[in-house]
Nanobody, 114 residues
Framework: QVQLVESGGGLVQAGGSLRLSCVVS????????MGWYRQAPGKQRELVAR???????DYADSVKGRFTISRDNAKNTVFLQMNSLKPEDTSVYYC????????WGQGTQVTVSS
């Protein structure tokens, strides 16, 4: 069974940075396109960044130029570097593959104060 463990969230002031990590176990990580998602209270979960198995990246317009997704296949880990954080980035952040989702992990809370 695949397990997703996200970490790295926290409380940060606007303009600050955080680096999220997600370790994937129980699957062949390297062949999967991966994404970082976020869900704020009362809102639908949205995809903010994705990375193909070959390393191609794509971003939601709301985070383009501020967030960077990367992966380390040797460590079964996907990262999200978040810079210039804004209060509207406050959410629980999750990782998963881009389709045929695995069971969601617990996520990591990111809170950006103004």
């Amino acid at each position: 069974q695949v397990q997703l463990v996200e970490s790295g969230g926290g409380l940060v002031q606007a303009g600050g940075s955080l680096r999220l990590s997600c370790v994937v176990s129980g699957s062949i990580f390297s062949v999967n396109a991966m994404g970082w998602y976020r869900q704020a209270p009362g809102k639908q979960r949205e995809l903010v960044a994705r990375i193909s198995s070959g390393g191609r990246t794509d971003y939601a317009d709301s985070v383009k130029g501020r967030f960077t997704i990367s992966r380390d296949n040797a460590k079964n880990t996907v990262f999200l570097q978040m810079n210039s954080l804004k209060p509207e980035d406050t959410s629980v952040y999750y990782c998963n593959r881009q389709s045929s989702y695995w069971n969601w992990g617990q996520g990591t809370q990111v809170t950006v104060s103004s």
